[in-house]
């Protein structure tokens, strides 16, 4: 029997599966085996999309390599901008820096990298106008702060952020309201964006250092539940914790008390003792000063001084600004500083006679007149006429009571008239006139009038401890002088020329020889 051929197969056109060669559909899947003419237009066209689609993705990748050239064009533009501004910064050119920004910014309002600098430039800006109250009056702002430029540029960087970065942008703002308070702005809430700072930051550096300013400004109009000047230490003493920017803090904080003279005086002895920033640390002497006004501001400064200090911390003060207050020459030739030491010493005296230090004082009472009587050598100035009479004369009669030492008033030379015979004679300024013609002289009235009379006249005074005589026409002598207390040793003829210096070294002269007590 002949074998039968199988059949012939062939694979399905969709499945694959093998199928009788002459098979119109698949017994597996059910495809048709015969092609129509929409199966070639279909086949056509999945080819033509398939090219299209890979067109586009080449075209799209062109564009996209394009746009970044241009993104990396404008950053590397805006970059440039920035790293120019900060230059400008660096040579204090803020108007410049700002502008470079300004044009990164019209390159890339979103850059994150301009905006963030802009923020720190306008704070760096505010940073370095300090407020100044001399006198309160309106203060020519730059442009940025007169139209509030700062300020817009400090809202929108606040607006994001971290905390701490949001309390030193409101901080600032703050800082900005206070200068826009001095150029003449109204209505301010300055302590409203200290407030919000301390709240999103309670140990914000700028926060406390600016607010703490603030408080002891004779201009604050703000009411305060505590005293404002302790407040104002509050705050100073926690920028102080943060260990850092110390001298801006400092500085801060000499500005903000220069009208507080004993706040400063705590602080220049702090820093003194700690050697901290000498070119900064200030010498407030005012106070001291005061006492020898001839108003009542002497008893009301005396009052002020021992209710913030104790008698041994006034002793230290004086101490410390005897030392380092320093010597600054005025016009004239004369120390600036002669008056400020001649009150310290008068202080000290005061303080030596209140803890019952006699000697002490005495010797401080009369430092405080050697240094005028010193002074008169070099000026006329009219300077403390009454001083010396109404105020070291008592003291040094108390205390000379108590130590059991006889004073009788003497004379000093001083502002004579240069064509006067005397002054020609060969007097000087300074000069402890004793006799006038042989007789004690203690008054001024004891001295001629001018007459018409030409009297040659003698007078015997004291300098650096020698007794000198001097003749002269006395109806031109030309004598100014002024009367201050002296022992009446000085007039016995019996007291030896040694014992004349030793008087006078003590009593006209001591600054020289005898250091500032100690205490």
Known sequence: MQQQEPPIRKPCVACREPIHQDAALCPHCGTPQHQSKWHYFTLSLKWIGGFTAIL??????????????????????????????????????????????????????????????EVELAMEQLRIIMVVDQRFRHLEQPDPIKDNQLGLVLYRGAVSGSD???????????????????????????????????????????????????????????????????????????AFQQKKQRRYVRKLQILAYQNHDLELLRIGHEMSQSGEFPELQPYPTQPFVDLISQSDQGQHSWDALTQQFSLEELLTLTAWLLAEYPELEDESGVYASQQQKEALYFTRGKVFADMGKHKQALDAFLKSQSLFIERIKFTSTRYAEKELHNLINPQLEALAK?????????????????????????????????????VPLHSQSQLPERSSDPKTASIEALRSGKLLTIEFQANRHGINTRQILVPAALWDRKTTEMQGQQLHQTWINPHETIPPDAG
């Open 402 to 438: 108590k130590l059991d030492i006889l004073l009788k008033p003497a004379l000093i030379s001083y502002g004579g008239y240069a064509n006067g015979s005397a002054m020609t004679a060969g007097l000087e300024n300074g000069d402890l006139i004793l006799f006038f013609d042989g």
């Open 164 to 238: 701490k970065e949001r309390a030193t942008i409101m901080a600032h703002l703050g800082w900005l309201d206070i200068l826009r308070h001095r150029s003449g702005v109204e209505g301010l809430n300055i302590d409203l964006h200290f407030r919000k700072a301390l709240e999103l930051d309670p140990n914000n550096l700028y926060a406390n250092v600016m607010w703490g300013s603030w408080l002891p400004n004779r201009y604050n109009p703000a009411k305060y539940t505590e005293d404002k000047i302790a407040l104002s230490r509050k705050y100073f003493a926690k």
């Open 56 to 117: 586009s993705l080449v075209i799209v990748a062109n564009q996209t390599q394009e746009l970044l050239g241009q993104w990396q064009n404008t950053q590397a533009a805006v970059s440039e901008r920035v790293e120019g501004a900060k230059l400008q910064r660096e040579i204090g050119d803020f108007n410049g820096a700002f502008q470079q920004l300004k044009q990164a910014l019209k390159l890339d309002p979103s850059s994150s990298e301009a905006r963030k600098f």
